[in-house]
């Protein structure tokens, strides 16, 4: 059964309203159902995600486009950089220890590092960056805080069902520490977390299992 805000691999895009000044719009791009987010403001838009399937990035954002963040330095969420950046000439950000690995990965220059406390504008909108250090050195995720609640895009770091995927258990104490003080316990329930691949989920629906998630190590 579809959960939250479900698109499908290769479908349609979803359009959510965020704000009166901001959407967003989710679709699903490449062979690993990759979700990428554009969220326009008026006359700029933010890309959260190049990952794949530039023809079809581009024909969302009508080659319109400020700025490109990447979520964290795997493939698979930047294959599309290059050629939506060439082709938009968007400002690149990523989390600040990620840059050397994505710009040498994408073959991007001009990509320049974001981390705790950094913000993204876009329009007259502004988007928190959070680091969340664990699924690698410089995954971050981007907080909105719109009139109807927040918004959290977290990459690869979140999903429903618990914390990215780790290389050892340092990284997943790392991930779960800085899930825990960084996000849960800075956000309500009705929080939305819009993660890298798949369905979207609420930090309510995912705060009674915290536990389990420690427990089990994964």
């Known amino acids: 059964m579809p959960g939250l ?3 499908d691999a290769g479908g349609e895009p979803l359009t959510l309203s965020l704000s009166a000044t901001l959407t967003v719009t989710k679709l699903s791009v490449g062979p690993m159902d990759n979700n990428a987010y554009l969220l326009p403001s008026g ?3 933010l890309l959260v ?16 486009l400020d700025t490109i963040v990447t979520t964290h330095r795997h493939g698979d969420h930047w294959q599309a950089l290059s050629e939506v950046a060439e082709a938009t000439g968007a400002v690149l950000r990523c989390g600040r220890p990620d840059v050397h690995a994505i710009a040498t990965g994408a073959w991007v220059e001009n990509l ?5 406390g950094d913000q993204v504008v876009v329009g007259n909108e502004r988007l928190e960056v959070i680091g969340l250090v664990g699924h690698t050195p410089g995954s971050i995720a ?3 805080g719109g009139p109807d609640g927040t ?5 690869d770091s979140l999903f429903p069902g618990g914390p990215g995927k780790t290389a050892s258990s340092v990284d997943f104490s790392s991930l779960m520490d800085d899930l825990e003080q960084k996000v849960f316990a800075r956000f309500d329930d009705d929080t939305v977390v819009h993660p890298g691949h798949g ?4 930090l309510g629906a995912e705060r009674p299992h915290l536990a389990e998630w420690r ?4």
């Open 43 to 45: 006359d700029a838009s």
């Open 142 to 144: 981007l907080a909105y």
């Open 215 to 218: 427990a089990r190590g994964w």
């Open 112 to 116: 320049s590092g974001l981390w705790d």
């Open 199 to 202: 369905d979207d989920t609420t």
């Open 5 to 7: 805000n479900h698109v």
């Open 49 to 64: 995600d190049a990952a794949a399937d530039a023809p079809r990035l581009l024909a969302v954002t009508g080659n319109q």
């Open 151 to 155: 918004h959290l895009f977290t990459g």
